[in-house]
């Protein structure tokens, strides 16, 4: 609950065992912040960021927040693969502008580079599994106009670089490392 309520860090960081259920706290972190913070201009965009993209919409959109969001909150889908049920965007009802769009979750991942990110201005974000840790700087200065916050879950087994396990000894500043209890699943 820590991760979950947490509204002070920049960016928070949740750690946990395969089946922790670290996904699903995070995916209800992302419902919870879109649901209940006005985006600051229509149609802001909320990025949720997974290694691969079929990956990331299936599993963060597919098995989890399509099941959270209610279904009276969404205005409109634009599917990367309406086959498979995988959302390139998902438009949300704004909450105060009757017919405007807030929220936009947009669906990325991690192998279209930073490049892909370049120039845009977000509201916040979610990564899904280890980011390559650069990434991270580069989606943050996104959020610079807003302020926004973002987060991240991933199980630490076998971390690809030394950042990490350096970023959790001495965090940066505004990071936080939340831990779930994998004894009360």
Same mark, same amino acid.
């Given at each position: 609950? *820590? ?27 992302? =419902?919870?912040?879109?649901? +209940? ?28 927040? =399509?099941?959270?969001? %209610?279904?009276?909150?969404? *205005? ?29 979750? +947009? ?24 980011? $390559? ?11 610079? +106009?807003?302020?926004? $916050?973002?987060? =991240?879950?991933?199980?630490?087994? +076998? ?12 965090? %940066? ?13």
């Amino acid at each position: 609950t *820590a991760f979950l309520n947490d509204r002070e860090s920049d960016f928070a960081i949740c750690l946990g065992g395969n089946g922790s259920g670290k996904t699903l706290v995070a995916a209800h972190k992302t =419902a919870r912040y879109v649901m +209940e913070t006005p985006p600051w201009r229509p149609r802001l965009p909320f990025w949720i960021i997974g290694e691969k993209l079929d990956q990331v919409c299936a599993v963060c959109w597919g098995e989890k927040l =399509a099941n959270i969001i %209610p279904e009276d909150s969404i *205005a409109d889908i634009r599917w990367h693969n309406s086959k498979a049920m995988h959302p390139k965007s998902v438009f949300l009802k704004h909450p105060t502008i009757p017919g405007e769009i807030g929220w936009v979750l +947009e669906f990325k991942s991690y192998e279209q580079g930073i490049g892909s990110m370049k120039g845009y201005s977000i509201g916040g974000y979610w990564c899904n599994e280890e980011i $390559p840790y650069q990434m991270v700087f580069e989606i943050q200065a996104r959020c610079r +106009e807003y302020g926004s $916050p973002g987060w =991240a879950d991933f199980t630490p087994i +076998e971390c690809k670089g030394t950042e990490w396990p350096d970023a959790y000894e001495k965090p %940066p500043d505004g990071w936080r490392f939340f831990h779930l209890n994998t004894l009360r699943n």
